[in-house]
């Protein structure tokens, strides 16, 4: 079996990326690795070249910005990378710039791609999520947050990037994929908050290029407001080992209450049916579970 990583990436040092982080969980479980640098007005390529591992393959691309609007170019970005992965190669492993894979399911992973390699039925893997929110040690828990997406799919070059990359189809038609009990952490909202505006700000620019015109109050105030979010919970668990000394040189502060609540009445029955049977009623799925 032979497994290749994929992902792409731009502006990784300027916005904050924890690109390296992202890589180096993905390489105990492949044999090689693409990432797609997209034209940076930083070092992302140095930093990609530092990683030190023989198994990372860069190349070299140019965002399409007439591709912006609703993040199409995301999706894009994810194909071109995608299609560098060799014919010989049976499962792909899609990680983003701002996701890392926890080592304690490194094995558990490699047991289902040996066990499903030769089943065409299983198309992918679906992962759970758990999604930080202003520091390391608060994670969301409302339906503002998707609870799965596939990450792992096979070699199958009809299977392509989904709207703006958050998940696949093959030739338009959802994966039919096996359920993983394996969480990715993502650490997109972890920020110190003007680091965060700027990643923000920009990232709103690849979904709506007026936005950015209209909502001058962030910018004005130089930092992210953070306030915003309707329902956290601590963080009890074990991070990656790639992201201890990421954590280990966090510069700010960030606390929450976490027994305030920010919902209408539909959304606390939602809320509260989810927390005590664990079924998210209405959830959007991009996938078939078999």
């Not at 194909?79 to 399911?105: L, N, T």
């Not at 392509?160 to 189809?169: E, H, K, L, N």
């Not at 997109?188 to 979904?207: A, T």
Request: include cysteine.
């Amino acid at each position: 079996m032979r497994v290749a990583g994929f992902c792409f990436i731009r502006n990784a040092i300027k916005y904050d990326y924890p690109v390296r982080e992202a890589i180096c969980s993905v390489l105990p479980l492949c044999d090689e690795m693409i990432v797609s640098i997209g034209n940076s007005e930083d070092d992302t390529a140095a930093l990609v070249s530092s990683i030190p591992s023989s198994k990372i393959k860069s190349y070299h691309t140019v965002w399409d910005d007439n591709l912006r609007e609703g993040g199409r170019v995301l999706a894009a970005e994810t194909d071109k990378a995608f299609d560098q992965v060799p014919a010989d190669v049976d499962w792909c492993i899609y990680i983003q710039a701002d996701e890392v894979i926890h080592e304690d399911d490194y094995a558990m992973i490699r047991a289902n791609m040996e066990k499903y390699k030769d089943d065409p039925r299983v198309e992918g893997f679906l992962f759970k999520y758990r999604h930080f929110y202003g520091s390391y040690d608060y994670v969301g828990d409302s339906r503002r947050w998707y609870s799965h997406e596939i990450r792992i799919i096979r070699n199958d070059k009809a299977i392509r990037s989904y709207r703006d990359a958050q998940g696949f189809r093959k030739n338009g038609q959802k994966l039919q994929v096996k359920l993983l009990d394996a969480t990715i952490h993502h650490y997109g909202w972890v920020r110190d908050p003007s680091s965060q505006l700027k990643k923000h700000l920009e990232f709103e620019k690849l979904y709506n290029t007026d936005k950015l015109a209209r909502d001058t109050s962030l910018q004005r105030t130089g930092q992210f407001d953070y306030s915003g979010i309707d329902s956290l919970q601590k963080f009890k668990g074990a991070h990656p080992k790639v992201m201890q000394e990421l954590i280990e040189r966090k510069n700010w502060q960030f606390t929450a209450d976490i027994s305030k609540k920010n919902f209408n009445l539909k959304g606390w029955l939602l809320y509260w049916v989810e927390k005590y049977t664990g079924k998210r009623l209405w959830d959007y799925k991009n996938y078939k579970i078999i």
